[in-house]
């Protein structure tokens, strides 16, 4: 299983960022194969459409889950439509994250936050 | 002669000051701030005609599409996004730029087009007024300026801007051929002032400055105009008398003491601004 996490840094002691279009990185925790991929996350520096561009690439690399803090509605439709389980948590880091995730104390995300627009077109 | 109306911040005064001087100049009106176009409710024109503004989109045809994902990195807007093998289009993030058909392979997408607002044209008092109506939720307002400035015929017009100095602006002064800045002696309409200046000195044509609310006395806008060199067309005082008429609806032109004003104010705007 492959677990997103949006995140301000690339290791195991940074913190969840709570946004999801323009966090920093995803850090994705492969559980099967045991390994840790760091994504730096595209959409961040773009004018508009960052959340949609943060979830291109998180359902390129197949991921089963994402744990952040909000997802705005056009990332929650893209989520949801691929079958991606998506869960809210706060801002600890990210060691407390996964342990609060496979204790399942995380809430699932069924609604999505509200819009942010980025830059004027 | 086109002249555009832009302000920097909003509420200064540029629907105030456009509405008036197309009637003191006898200059058709057009109103560009197509997010909440006001000037109508002022000049009260008959309308008689309205248009749709239209935008293309691309349509996915899902059996020639492979999901090959190629559309979806070309997109400069995020507009697209692939799912379950399937490639979705998010139509409010899309620019209709057509990138997209041109990079497909499988000859997958068309481009059908959606209404995104209005344009609506009339008369009063000879003059002839349009406006751009932008529909609720949409967020691009850029094609109904294109649509309401590309087809103008020769005359002279008064282009009430949108506020702010974003591409909405920017696009309404690439049809220009002068621009009076509407500003108040504050410290956000001396902030603002300045990024509208920059934009426009960027389109190389003749502007100058009128300043709203005014106190009469050597503020910061006066200040400011001074050092830069910047002409001042006039100024509209910081009246009682003046906010009544005009939140009422009614014309400050028609209004006997109000008028000079005004007249000034075209005399000067045809100076500053190199008419004829």
């Given amino acids: 299983m492959k677990i997103a996490i949006s995140t301000t840094g690339k290791n195991s002691d940074s913190v969840l960022d709570m946004r999801f279009g323009r966090c920093e990185y995803f850090q994705i925790y492969d559980t099967k194969a045991g390994k840790i991929i760091i994504l730096e996350n595209k959409g961040r520096l773009s004018s508009g459409g960052a959340g949609i561009a943060a979830s291109n690439q998180l359902i390129d690399e197949k991921v089963d889950v994402i744990i952040t803090g909000n997802l705005g509605p056009n990332a929650f439709e893209l989520i949801a439509a691929e079958g991606i389980k998506a869960y809210k948590c706060k801002s600890i880091a990210i060691n407390s994250v996964l342990e609060k995730y496979n204790n399942g104390e995380l809430e699932e995300i069924t609604i999505s936050g509200p819009a942010h627009h980025g830059g004027h077109n | ?276």
């Fill in chain 2, 1 to 276: 002669m086109n002249i555009a109306v832009l302000s920097g911040k909003g509420g200064t005064g540029k629907t105030t000051v456009s509405t008036n001087l197309a009637l003191a100049l006898q200059a058709n009106y057009i109103d560009c701030d197509v997010e909440e176009p006001n000037g109508f409710l002022f000049l009260k024109p008959s309308i008689e005609k309205t248009e749709q503004v239209m935008v293309e989109y691309p349509v996915m045809d899902d059996k020639k599409c492979v999901a090959c994902r190629e559309c979806i990195k070309v997109c400069q807007f995020h507009a697209l996004a692939k799912v379950k093998d399937k490639v979705i289009l998010f139509e409010k993030l899309c620019h209709g730029c057509g990138a997209c058909k041109i990079i497909c392979k499988y000859d997958a997408i068309i481009y059908n087009q959606r209404e995104i607002g209005k344009i609506e044209t009339g008369q009063t008092r000879n003059i002839h007024c349009s406006r751009g109506i932008l529909n609720i939720g949409e967020p691009m307002a850029v094609p109904v300026i294109k649509k309401l400035l590309q087809n103008i015929s020769e005359g002279n017009y008064i282009i009430d801007c949108p506020p702010g100095t974003s591409c909405n602006v920017v696009n309404t002064l690439r049809y220009v051929d002068g621009a009076i800045l509407v500003t108040e002696p504050s410290e956000f309409g001396l902030h603002d002032l300045k990024i509208a200046v920059e934009v426009v000195k960027m389109f190389q044509i003749p502007f100058g400055i009128i300043i709203n609310k005014d106190d009469g006395k050597d503020n910061i806008i006066r200040q400011y105009c001074k050092k830069e060199n910047i002409q001042i067309i006039g100024a509209i005082p910081y009246s009682k008398e003046i906010a009544q008429v005009y939140s009422k609806g009614d014309i400050l032109y028609d209004h006997f003491k109000i008028k000079p004003i005004f007249k000034k104010l075209a005399n000067r705007s045809k100076e500053v601004l190199q008419w004829n």
